[in-house]
T-cell receptor
């Protein structure tokens, strides 16, 4: 099955810093999503982005489907950005396979 | 407000007992999913359903069962055959057609075997 690798596994930032999270996948996909899991376990969908670039406030994402990777950019990080960021993909349909996640800690 | 409701938030199960986790959505989504998350790990798919009265096994279906009698509801039963059921269980839903297949997740159920 399709493999999803996220990097880095852990990231510590000072408040106000910028960061880039990466997601590599092993096969062509028609569905790619980024999620944020807060410390209480709630998963929030950040982007549905099988290709191209999207922006939502301080967050943006780019997927280069032909090269099988996606990037999530966080600018001017805040302590509330802390948590785990997951990338998830599907080769077809909507059955997502999740990566292991990137743990982000933003210090004030 | 539209969303997904999972209940209970915390559940304790004795050895040999079956328990059922509830998942209800009012988003009019066609598809629903159950995932399991173990500490420090990603999510693994247990079962999914694309339409009412139909569901398919995911990657780790052994020891679990589901039903989809109504579009809004997708309960998960953790049976006594599941040898290591302690985990965080997440339910999600999505559209099956259109331009955005983004998932919406519930707030999860933490199951502990005592």
């Amino acid at each position: 099955g399709i493999q999803v690798e996220q990097s880095p596994p852990d990231l510590i930032l000072q408040e106000g810093a910028n960061s880039t999270l990466r997601c590599n996948f092993s096969d062509s996909v028609n569905n790619l999503q980024w999620f944020h899991q807060n410390p209480w376990g709630q998963l929030i969908n950040l982007f549905y982005i099988p290709s191209g670039t999207k922006q939502n406030g301080r967050l943006s994402a780019t997927t280069v489907a032909t090269e099988r990777y996606s990037l999530l950019y966080i600018s001017s990080s805040q302590t509330t950005d802390s948590g785990v960021y997951f990338c998830a993909v599907a080769e077809y349909g909507n059955k997502l396979v999740f990566g292991a996640g990137t743990i982000l800690r933003v210090k004030s | 407000d539209g969303g997904i409701t999972q209940s209970p938030k915390y559940l304790f199960r004795k050895e040999g007992q079956n328990v059922t986790l509830s998942c209800e959505q009012n988003l009019n989504h066609d598809a629903m999913y159950w995932y399991r998350q173990d500490p420090g790990q990603g999510l693994r798919l247990i079962y999914y359903s694309q339409i009412v009265n139909d569901f398919q096994k995911g990657d780790i279906a052994e020891g679990y069962s589901v039903s989809r009698e109504k579009k809004e509801s997708f309960p998960l039963t953790v049976t006594s055959a599941q040898k290591n059921p302690t985990a965080f269980y997440l339910c999600a839903s999505s559209m099956q057609s259109g331009l955005n297949y983004g998932y919406t997740f519930g707030s999860g159920t933490r199951l502990t075997v005592v």
